[in-house]
């Protein structure tokens, strides 16, 4: 039997062109050596799976630090990427601030957007025009925003503009203890009915996740760690052995705060809530969670 695999990228990227205050990868370049290293890294990343059987099935979400959409090499091997056979699904978390012509030489079903929108770094008609391409040329996408109470009416003019088959996430700020009062909840619930599935912290110490079997957080180079917030190397995707290094691990954080992580692990059902958008964050019932599909 061919693997089975959820790769979740992160190479040597650390830059980005926006300025998000919280955010410690906000205006940070790289020279054009280290962009270079990243872009081999990439090369070498895509290469791999092309060249692996077709009966393989593999997805892979890019999680860069920063922003990786504004550089062509990510553009064109993403591309490459969804006319690839043994792959399923190739997603990428981006502010959307790229051109989008690219999108055009993608097998277009095989690509899903995760994209956030930061009101303070761009206009809100600017981001819209830009999920407006989106929706012209067929791509899946969710939309997102990170729920400061600071944000909340931008949040909610982006729900309102947005057709409603369109979902509009809102990650919970867990910076802060107690950060939210019952009405705010309430509100960043009406803006994405599912705020209180990410408004948590989940106990995961021992528990069992598809992260370390099924589910691999690669590097730049190709060292496997199970997801992105256990450190430990189990592996290196380009060593024959690889694997020997894929079995079940129950979790050792005592917590799992991010969609990125839990949602892998079983007992949430998150698979079954999100189906095929898992990695881009579409839940299989976004065209049922609202009623009209027009945009305003
Ligand atoms: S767009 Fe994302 S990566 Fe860039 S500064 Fe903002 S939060 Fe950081
Ligand atoms: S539960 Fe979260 S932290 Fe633990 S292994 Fe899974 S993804 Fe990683």
């Known amino acids: 039997m061919g693997l089975d695999l959820t790769l979740l990228y992160r190479g ?15 205006k940070r370049s790289q020279t054009a050596t280290e962009l270079n290293q990243d872009r081999q890294a990439l090369k070498r990343f895509v290469d791999w799976i092309l060249q692996r059987p077709a009966g393989d099935r593999i997805r892979v979400l890019f999680t860069p630090w920063g922003e990786a959409l504004i550089h062509p090499w990510y553009q064109s091997e993403i591309a490459r990427l969804t006319h690839c056979p ?8 981006t502010n959307l601030s790229c051109a989008l012509g690219w999108v ?15 009101p303070v770094e761009v206009k809100r008609q600017h981001f819209l025009q830009q999920c407006r391409r989106l929706i012209e040329g067929q791509i899946r996408f969710s939309v997102g925003i990170v729920g400061l109470k600071a944000h909340r009416a931008e949040a909610q003019a982006l729900r309102q503009a947005l057709p409603d088959s369109i979902y509009v996430w809102v990650n919970a ?9 019952s009405e705010d909840i309430a509100q960043f619930t009406a803006i994405d009915p599912l705020f209180g599935i990410n408004n948590q912290v989940y106990p995961s110490l021992g528990h069992p996740c598809r992260a370390g ?10 060292n496997l760690r199970r997801c992105h ?4 190397q189990i592996g290196n995707l380009y060593q024959p052995d690889l694997e020997q290094a894929l079995y079940a691990r129950p979790c050792t954080n005592a917590t799992c705060r991010c969609h990125i992580g839990y949602v892998h692990m079983p007992e949430l059902g998150l698979d079954q809530m999100f189906g095929t958008g898992l990695l881009e964050r579409i839940p299989e019932a976004s ?10």
């Open 287 to 296: 065209g049922r969670l609202f009623a009209s599909t027009t945009l305003n």
């Open 104 to 118: 055009e030489a993608c097998h277009k079903p095989k690509l899903g957007l995760w994209t956030t929108y930061h």
């Open 229 to 232: 917030f256990i450190p430990e």
């Open 86 to 93: 043994q792959v399923e699904k190739v997603a990428i978390q």
């Open 213 to 222: 079997e099924s589910v691999l957080s690669v590097d730049g180079e190709g």
């Open 173 to 181: 700020y867990k910076r802060q203890a107690d950060y939210y009062t």
């Open 12 to 26: 040597p990227l650390v830059s980005c062109n926006y300025g998000c205050e919280y955010c410690p990868f906000a």
